[in-house]
Every structure is written in structure tokens, then in C-alpha cells.
T-cell receptor
Framework: AQTVTQSQPEMSVQEAETVTLSCTYDTSENNYYLFWYKQPPSRQMILVIRQEAYKQQNATENRFSVNFQKAAKSFSLKISDSQLGDTAMYFC???????????????FGQGTRLTINP | DTEVTQTPKHLVMGMTNKKSLKCEQH?????MYWYKQKAKKPPELMFV???????INESVPSRFSPECPNSSLLNLHLHALQPEDSALYLC??????????????FGAGSRLTVL
């Protein structure tokens, strides 16, 4: 079974700073997908970024980028030039590819509560 | 339309009531999901429907009854709930890819309080 671990329950930074959220996972699969989801106080889970395990290049989406270390099973999220609107709960998640019951299960970490201070 | 719409946003019910949560998407997604989320915890998978058939039931108590009338709609019927069932209920949908990531799109959730 796959597990996802986020070791930082809470983090707090000043606006415009750069912050890195940690995530490690455990799997015996060779191909899989990793995601970072953001859940602001408005409650809706929003996809921030995703990474395909067979791609060595780290994914980037504007101010958001990941550091994917497959051998170390590490998948950290870096937020550059942080903004007040980045305040949210951030969940790291794992999914197998394709169809079928295994591919339909998104395995979440426990989350990191990030606060951006003005 | 790139949204998953959930109604109602808030629901308060007694333990003897029968109520339903509704979820709708018009993205052509063929997989739909119900998650339960307690405060400060990650979402927990409850049910998955694939092509309108129940694909996964994560040993959820029978007081929760899912229904998928068509490919765009997903309901969660609630009956004889307990106070510990109070939570945020999230609906999500995704494509059913043969290969590649089935990226989930989530709704804003229905906040349920059981008295």
C-alpha cells in the first residue's frame, strides 16, 4: 500500500518570501503521479501542480514548482513570492495511473497548514 | 464548464432525518467520487462511481447510500446518521483514462452537522 507523509503540520512566512513544503511517500510502483492540492478556507480543493514519476524534469506552474527526487521518494513544493491568497491547507497526494480501482484512489498526506503574513 | 457543483453548501439534520447531498458536473467526466473530511484532516474516500456503476465502497456504513442517476449527477442519501458523521463532504470527478493521470476536480463541499 502507498503512504504519503507531510512532516510539517504548520508553517508561517511573510508575504513575498519563498517557502518549501515537504512531502515523502512510499510505494513499490515504478510509474505513478504525485499532486499538490490547496484547500483555502473556502474549502474547495484546488489542484496546484502535478508530477509524473517517469518524467525527470520538475513540474512548474507560475510561482509553484516541485523538487521531485524519485530515488529518495521525495516531492517538495516551493512557492516563490508568496501571496496572502496562498494561505491554505496544502495536501500532497499520490495516485497510480490508468483505469481500475487502484488508479481511482488518491492517497493524501496529513496536510500542511500554510499561513502567509502581511 | 470546469466546475463540480455541490448542494446544499450547509445542512443541519437530526439523527432521525433523511436528507440528500447532490453533486453535478458537466465536464464529461465518467468517474465521480464522494469523500468525507473531518476538520484539519485529509479527505477520506467513501465511494467511487465509474461509468455510473459503483466501483469502490470503502466499507462505508449503510446509513450512507450513494446513487449515480446519470453520468453528470451523483447523490449521497443520508439516513439515521450519528453526530460523529458531522463533516465536510466533498464530491469530485475525473476522466477515466486508460493511461495517464485521472486528475480529480473537486467541488466546494457540503458541510453537514448532525444533531
Amino acid at each position: 500500500a502507498q503512504t504519503v507523509t507531510q512532516s510539517q503540520p504548520e508553517m508561517s512566512v511573510q508575504e513575498a518570501e519563498t517557502v518549501t513544503l515537504s512531502c515523502t511517500y512510499d510505494t513499490s510502483e515504478n510509474n505513478y503521479y504525485l499532486f499538490w492540492y490547496k484547500q483555502p478556507p473556502s474549502r474547495q480543493m484546488i489542484l496546484v501542480i502535478r508530477q509524473e514519476a517517469y518524467k525527470q524534469q520538475n513540474a512548474t506552474e507560475n510561482r509553484f514548482s516541485v523538487n521531485f527526487q524519485k530515488a529518495a521518494k521525495s516531492f517538495s513544493l516551493k512557492i516563490s513570492d508568496s501571496q496572502l491568497g496562498d494561505t491554505a491547507m496544502y495536501f500532497c497526494a499520490f495516485m497510480k495511473p490508468g483505469k481500475g480501482k487502484g488508479a481511482q484512489k488518491l492517497v493524501f498526506g496529513q496536510g500542511t497548514r500554510l499561513t502567509i503574513n502581511p | 464548464d470546469t466546475e463540480v457543483t455541490q448542494t446544499p453548501k450547509h445542512l443541519v439534520m437530526g439523527m432521525t432525518n433523511k436528507k440528500s447531498l447532490k453533486c453535478e458536473q458537466h465536464m464529461g467526466h465518467r468517474a465521480m467520487y464522494w469523500y468525507k473530511q473531518k476538520a484539519k484532516k485529509p479527505p477520506e474516500l467513501m465511494f467511487v462511481y465509474s461509468y455510473e456503476k459503483l466501483s469502490i465502497n470503502e466499507s462505508v456504513p449503510s446509513r450512507f447510500s450513494p446513487e449515480c442517476p446519470n453520468s453528470s449527477l451523483l447523490n449521497l442519501h443520508l439516513h439515521a446518521l450519528q453526530p460523529e458523521d458531522s463533516a465536510l463532504y466533498l464530491c469530485a470527478s475525473s476522466q477515466e483514462r486508460i493511461s495517464g493521470a485521472n486528475v480529480l476536480t473537486f467541488g466546494a463541499g457540503s458541510r453537514l452537522t448532525v444533531l
